[in-house]
């Protein structure tokens, strides 16, 4: 990665060819060896990181002028901490342990917003930092020891700048083994599977026999092309998707009591069913396979003249799945009725169906805090309100 970066960014060759010890780690540029004094004036050895922004799948840019530091408090030769390095103390954890970041440092060119490239970034910062170590000590920055041996096992095929930046790599952390079946790819569930596919869960699995018309572009996202139209569903989201991540396997079929090879291995399910019957044979799949999931649904009428009614998103732990079955907060058998079987186009609800769904999700997973642990939310559209039943 890194001399592929070297090939396509000149700011970055530069530094290479320098001697800096670089390393790319995710979505960090890693520059090591950097000498500083302590508060001793004794030489130690850090390293300076700024976060990579990504133009396309190569070329990078700033994300703004500062940078991180891993080492404690660099000093001058006057045995002070030096001035104007502001900043503060943080914790970004990367890949390798081998550098720790402990700090960031924010100094900002004269007269300017920002640095031109990363050459003139580094070169700044390493002549504030390392200047004291180098004439005292003689210290030299320039080892000429890059590392373009950190293996990443991020699903994504480009760089997952986001989580960069919101320095929230640890968080993100808690979706790598986690493999989710999203079964029915219908409005909620085609959203759901958008907000997974940008989701570092190792791999996402989707099942729908349906094929794609043109009314399912009015309640899912992204764009529609014509040659989409009248393919399955699943073959569908698979082109549009296949080029951002890995670990994306999307089948046209029907998930029903038989389907226990197809779910060997999931980790969580999302069932996303209009129709009972079906959604009475996954519950029991789901159940004796042992896999936690939820549920979502919603009940619509026209009693007032407009929509009214409720989202839903139900979870079935893999110590209560049967127990809250039992509390037929789901409907688990054909209402003819139904009025969202009448392709109501409701884009936003589906979406925010999805949204309550992943958001329970992730907050199971400890992405997000869980205060009270609800297995039962319901949000009525009609004023707005979640409510939730918990244990």
Same mark, same amino acid.
């Given at each position: 990665?890194?001399?592929?970066?070297?090939?396509?960014?000149?700011?970055?060759?530069?530094?290479?060819?320098?001697?800096?010890?670089?390393?790319?780690?995710?979505?960090?540029?890693?520059?090591?060896?950097?000498?500083?004094?302590?508060?001793?004036?004794?030489?130690?050895?850090?390293?300076?990181?700024?976060?990579?922004?990504?133009?396309?799948?190569?070329?990078?840019?700033?994300?703004?002028?500062?940078?991180?530091?891993?080492?404690?408090?660099?000093?001058?030769?006057?045995?002070?901490?030096?001035?104007?390095?502001?900043?503060?103390?943080?914790?970004?954890?990367?890949?390798?342990?081998?550098?720790?970041?402990?700090?960031?440092?924010?100094?900002?060119?004269?007269?300017?917003?920002?640095?031109?490239?990363?050459?003139?970034?580094?070169?700044?910062?390493?002549?504030?930092?390392?200047?004291?170590?180098?004439?005292?000590? =003689? @210290?030299?920055? +320039?080892? /000429?020891?890059?590392? #373009?041996? &950190?293996?990443?096992?991020?699903? $994504?095929?480009?760089?997952?700048?986001?989580?960069?930046?919101?320095?929230?790599?640890?968080?993100?952390?808690?979706?790598?083994?986690?493999?989710?079946?999203?079964?029915?790819?219908?409005?909620? =569930? @085609?959203?759901? +599977?958008? /907000?997974?596919?940008? #989701?570092? &869960?190792?791999?996402?699995?989707? $099942?729908?026999?349906?094929?794609?018309?043109?009314?399912?572009?009015?309640?899912?996202?992204?764009?529609?092309?014509?040659?989409?139209?009248?393919?399955?569903?699943?073959?569908?989201?698979?082109?549009?998707?296949?080029?951002?991540?890995?670990?994306?396997?999307?089948?046209?079929?029907?998930?029903?009591?038989?389907?226990?090879?197809?779910?060997?291995?999931?980790?969580?399910?999302?069932?996303?069913?209009?129709?009972?019957?079906?959604?009475?044979?996954?519950?029991?799949?789901?159940?004796?396979?042992?896999?936690?999931?939820?549920?979502?649904?919603?009940?619509?009428?026209?009693?007032?003249?407009?929509?009214?009614?409720?989202?839903?998103?139900?979870?079935?732990?893999?110590?209560?799945?049967?127990?809250?079955?039992?509390?037929?907060?789901?409907?688990?058998?054909?209402?003819?009725?139904?009025?969202?079987?009448?392709?109501?186009?409701?884009?936003?609800?589906?979406?925010?169906?999805?949204?309550?769904?992943?958001?329970?999700?992730?907050?199971?997973?400890?992405?997000?805090?869980?205060?009270?642990?609800?297995?039962?939310?319901?949000?009525?559209?009609?004023?707005?309100?979640?409510?939730?039943?918990?244990?």
């Amino acid at each position: 990665m890194l001399i592929e970066l070297a090939n396509h960014n000149d700011d970055i060759r530069r530094l290479l060819e320098k001697g800096y010890a670089l390393r790319v780690d995710g979505s960090y540029l890693v520059v090591r060896d950097i000498p500083y004094l302590d508060s001793q004036r004794a030489l130690q050895v850090g390293a300076i990181v700024t976060i990579l922004v990504p133009i396309d799948k190569y070329r990078m840019q700033q994300s703004n002028h500062e940078v991180y530091f891993a080492g404690s408090v660099p000093y001058g030769l006057d045995g002070k901490p030096i001035p104007n390095l502001g900043g503060g103390v943080v914790n970004v954890p990367l890949s390798k342990n081998d550098v720790v970041i402990e700090r960031s440092f924010s100094n900002k060119p004269t007269n300017r917003n920002g640095f031109t490239d990363f050459f003139e970034k580094i070169e700044s910062y390493v002549r504030i930092i390392s200047g004291p170590a180098i004439e005292l000590h =003689g @210290a030299n920055p +320039l080892t /000429f020891r890059i590392d #373009t041996d &950190v293996v990443t096992d991020s699903p $994504f095929k480009f760089q997952d700048s986001l989580t960069a930046r919101a320095e929230i790599g640890d968080l993100a952390a808690v979706f790598k083994q986690e493999v989710v079946a999203v079964i029915g790819l219908g409005g909620t =569930g @085609a959203y759901l +599977l958008d /907000f997974l596919v940008k #989701t570092p &869960v190792k791999e996402i699995r989707g $099942f729908d026999g349906d094929v794609y018309h043109v009314h399912n572009a009015y309640r899912s996202p992204g764009k529609l092309t014509e040659d989409e139209l009248d393919k399955g569903k699943a073959d569908v989201y698979q082109g549009r998707y296949d080029n951002f991540r890995n670990g994306l396997i999307l089948r046209k079929k029907y998930i029903d009591k038989s389907s226990a090879d197809d779910l060997a291995g999931v980790t969580f399910a999302f069932v996303c069913v209009d129709k009972g019957s079906a959604r009475a044979e996954i519950f029991d799949l789901l159940i004796s396979l042992g896999i936690p999931f939820i549920d979502v649904g919603m009940g619509l009428n026209r009693k007032q003249g407009p929509l009214s009614g409720t989202i839903r998103a139900t979870y079935y732990g893999t110590d209560n799945a049967a127990e809250v079955k039992a509390m037929g907060l789901a409907e688990v058998v054909d209402d003819p009725d139904d009025i969202y079987r009448r392709n109501v186009q409701i884009a936003e609800l589906n979406a925010l169906n999805a949204c309550i769904a992943m958001i329970r999700y992730k907050q199971l997973r400890g992405f997000y805090v869980d205060d009270n642990a609800a297995y039962h939310l319901l949000m009525n559209v009609a004023n707005l309100r979640i409510f939730t039943e918990s244990k």
